[in-house]
């Protein structure tokens, strides 16, 4: 059965760069996109597709509202759902009295299902249709937040926490029981429907040399996983990390030196890298999650958007909910601009869009299959009505062109402006 979802459309096919090289999008004031068995077929201008449509073929119209990609969160924890919004400490310090004592509740795994539903309705409700998602150190809080995702077909990669050093008890694993238990989470979700698995080693400072080393053995046993985890957000992190590991020779040659580093290792933040660090993320084919709500909210720093571009290092947009303040990606594509606009660096909106979107999609190397709307990919995208907000309203209707329009959307935008999200050419 064909849908074709009438509307303007607006999808990037390249990274457009600090110019918003119009080479590198798509736009369709009038549009047609045409799915088909949750796959991309076409996409158009409506006056001259709409003649070929096959008889049997519905229509849904989305005139007035802009059509594009599913957002994509390439970095968020679904358990600080409960730490969200919490008043006043750099990230260590938050860390311990924030996130680990709320993280221990996930103990209860009943507790977990109800959390990890709830996220994913927000995920929707705000237009992300894949992201790449830490749980807590308990096992079940992986499968709680696969079968979440699974009930609703959404594409989604998390993972279990590794964490067995400077953190309270109660959340700690081991080197071998952190292995065992990941490896048969693998086995169990990864590759299932549209679900993958990502080994979770929370960040350096919480684990032992001894469940890097399993973590990386795991990586190479299965090269298909992803690898999520943090790298240089704080000060007094990296400081930690060279005292903790006096071998190394920066942060990142300590999950380098565990085979942690490679294509599909995605790693948070991203802030205080030296040049070898910014050399190694670029030749291993590794992601960097910008994560730009967070960043301020912790007092973390500024992400330098262009030293990593230049060097071709993939890049995509995080919520870090809950060092990030929001679900919404809209919201996170503004806060970027404002993290940019404070280091001279321009973030037009078809470039914020492409973070969000393609861009993180190369991030995580599912550009084969999400992203954008190249015939043949899957058909998630959303749906944004200008007119959500009465604000967005009356700024969107003065907009003369397609870059204003979306920039308003952008800095004006969230939750309510999203009037439908569609998995697979579905409504969620
Ligand atoms: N580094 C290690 N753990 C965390 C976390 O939960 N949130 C953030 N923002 N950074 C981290
Ligand atoms: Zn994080």
């Known amino acids: 059965m064909r849908t074709a979802f009438r509307g303007s459309v607006f999808h990037c096919i390249a990274d457009p760069g600090e110019q918003d090289s119009e080479d590198a999008f798509v736009y369709f004031d009038d549009g047609l996109l045409i799915v088909e068995d949750g796959l991309v077929v076409e996409l158009g201008k409506a006056d001259e597709l709409t003649e070929s449509l096959s008889a049997d073929t519905r229509i849904e119209d989305f005139s007035g509202k802009l059509i594009v990609p599913g957002f994509i969160d390439c970095h968020v924890h679904y358990p600080q759902l409960d730490v969200i919004a919490s008043y006043g400490e750099e990230l260590l310090d938050w860390l311990h009295r924030y996130a680990f004592p709320r993280e221990m509740r996930f103990a209860d795994e009943a507790y977990a299902h109800k959390v990890a539903a709830l996220f994913v309705d927000e995920l929707l409700k705000n237009g992300t249709t894949t992201a790449l998602v830490f749980g807590t150190v308990h096992p079940h809080s992986a499968d709680a937040i696969f079968e979440a995702a699974a009930a609703k077909n959404m594409r989604l990669i998390a993972g279990k926490v590794l964490m067995d050093a400077n953190c309270p008890e109660a959340l700690r694993d081991s080197a071998e029981t952190g292995y065992e238990q990941s490896r048969q989470l693998i086995e169990r979700w990864h590759g299932k429907g549209r679900l ?21 053995r795991l990586a190479a046993e299965y090269p298909d996983v992803w690898v999520h985890t943090h790298l ?197």
């Not at 599909?264 to 994560?291: K, N, T, Y």
């Not at 730009?292 to 973390?300: D, E, K, V």
């Open 232 to 428: 240089a957000e704080n000060h007094a992190e990296v400081e930690q990390i060279s005292r903790l590991f006096p071998w190394s020779s920066n942060y990142l040659d300590v999950y380098d030196r565990f085979g942690l580093v490679r294509e599909r290792s995605v790693f948070a933040h991203c802030l205080h890298l030296q040049d070898a660090e910014c050399r190694l993320l670029a030749g291993s084919g590794a992601a960097a999650a910008h994560c730009p709500t967070s960043n301020m909210f912790l007092g973390s720093g500024l992400f330098d958007l262009r030293r990593l571009r230049e060097l071709q290092i993939r890049v995509g947009l995080g919520t870090d909910v809950g060092g990030g303040t929001s679900l919404s990606l809209l919201k996170t594509m503004r806060e970027a601009y404002k993290v940019l606009h404070l280091q001279q660096q321009p973030l037009p909106p078809g470039r914020a869009l492409y973070l969000a979107t393609l861009g993180a999609a190369q991030a995580l190397y599912l550009d084969d299959r999400i992203g954008n709307f190249e015939p043949g990919k899957e058909a998630d995208f959303v749906v944004l009505d200008p007119a959500g907000t009465s604000i967005s309203a009356h700024r969107s209707a003065l907009a003369e062109s397609i870059s204003e329009l979306l920039f308003a959307l952008i800095v004006l935008g969230d939750d309510r402006n999203v009037a439908a999200t569609y998995l697979q050419g579905r409504r969620a």
């Open 196 to 216: 993958g698995y990502a080994i979770t080693p929370r960040f350096a400072l919480t684990s032992s040399e001894a469940q890097l080393e399993a973590a990386g």
